[in-house]
Nanobody
Framework: QVQLVESGGGLVQAGGSLRLSCAAS????????MAWFRQAPGKEREWVSS????????YYRDSVKGRFTISRDNAKNTVHLQMNSLKPEDTAVYYC????????????WGQGTQVTVSS
């Protein structure tokens, strides 16, 4: 069973940076896609970014392109989300998720980490 544990959230002023980490265990992740989602109060959860574990190819939602960078550390089975130039609208609970390549649904989720950006 896949286990995902997020860390790195916190409170930061607008324009600041945070780095989220997701420690993954329970599988060999070479055939997985790892992703970050977020959910703001009163809003639906939305996809933020994902990365193919096999080749490291990243994908981003338009609103975070050029500000966020997703990466993976094969040796530590960890996925990172470097978030720069943060805006108040980035405030949300951020979740790490995993799915097998070729599957449509993410079926493994972390517990979430709060990111708060003050104006």
């Amino acid at each position: 069973q896949v286990q995902l544990v997020e860390s790195g959230g916190g409170l930061v002023q607008a324009g600041g940076s945070l780095r989220l980490s997701c420690a993954a265990s329970g599988r060999t992740f070479s055939t997985y896609v790892m992703a970050w989602f977020r959910q703001a109060p009163g809003k639906e959860r939305e996809w933020v970014s994902s990365i193919n574990w096999s080749d490291g190819r990243p994908y981003y939602r338009d609103s975070v392109k050029g500000r966020f960078t997703i990466s993976r550390d094969n040796a530590k089975n960890t996925v990172h989300l470097q978030m720069n130039s943060l805006k108040p609208e980035d405030t949300a609970v951020y979740y790490c998720a995993a799915k097998r390549t070729g599957f449509s649904e993410y079926d493994s989720w972390g517990q979430g980490t709060q990111v708060t950006v003050s104006s």
